[in-house]
Each structure stands twice: as C-alpha cells, then as structure tokens.
C-alpha cells in the first residue's frame, strides 16, 4: 500500500512562492508516477503537473506552464512542487497523488490509484 503525505502549504501574497513535499512510501512498481491536484473552493478538482518515475519526465497543465515545477528526490522518496508566481486563482487544496502510469501525462487523463490528505495553498490579492 502507498502511503502519501503533504507538507508546504499555508499563506503567501500574490507574486510570491511556496514550495509542496510528498513523502511516500512503498511499494515502488514499475510504471510508477506521482503528481499534483488542486481543488478550489466550488470547482471540481483539477489535474496541476505529473512525473514519472520510469522515464523522469513531466507533464503540466496550461495554467501553471512556466510559474510551477515539479521535481523529486529519489533519496527521500519525496516528489516537490516549486510553485512561483503565485495567483489568487491558485488558491485551492492541493493534493499529491500516484498510480501506474508509463508518461507523466497520462495522470491527465486517468484519475491515480493514490492519494495524500491535501495541503491547503491561500494566495491573498
């Protein structure tokens, strides 16, 4: 069983940066990626980027193109969120996640198997 947790979260000002971390824990199988969600107040839940852990890449949605980064520490079993930039509109509950995928992308178009408790991220105007 995968086991996720969340850190990171909390206030920042709109231009400012925060940074997420998902430990998980085993078991590690082939075809292995973890991700990003986002829940904002009255939205459905939102795909936010994804990195594979058989290929390292990565795949991002179009609204967070060039302001968030996604990247991981294969030491720590940790997968990280560099989030920059920051708007009002990115204030949601961000969830980290993880599943069987062969490309990052493919966590876009099939909900993973994994899923953390979530972290809330308030960017105030």
Do not use: H
Request: glycine share 10%; aromatic share 14%.
């Amino acid at each position: 069983q995968v086991q996720l947790v969340e850190s990171g979260g909390g206030l920042v000002q709109a231009g400012g940066s925060l940074r997420l971390a998902c430990a998980s824990s085993g078991p590690f199988f082939r075809n292995y990626a973890m991700g990003w969600f986002r829940q904002a107040p009255g939205k459905e839940r939102e795909f936010v980027t994804a990195i594979s852990w058989t290929r390292s890449n990565t795949y991002y949605a179009d609204s967070v193109k060039g302001r968030f980064t996604i990247f991981r520490d294969n030491t720590k079993n940790t997968v990280y969120l560099q989030m920059d930039s920051l708007k009002p509109e990115d204030t949601a509950v961000y969830y980290c996640a993880a599943g069987r995928y062969a490309a990052a992308r493919d966590m876009n178009n099939r909900d993973p198997e994994y899923w953390g408790q979530g972290t809330q991220v308030t960017v105030s105007s």
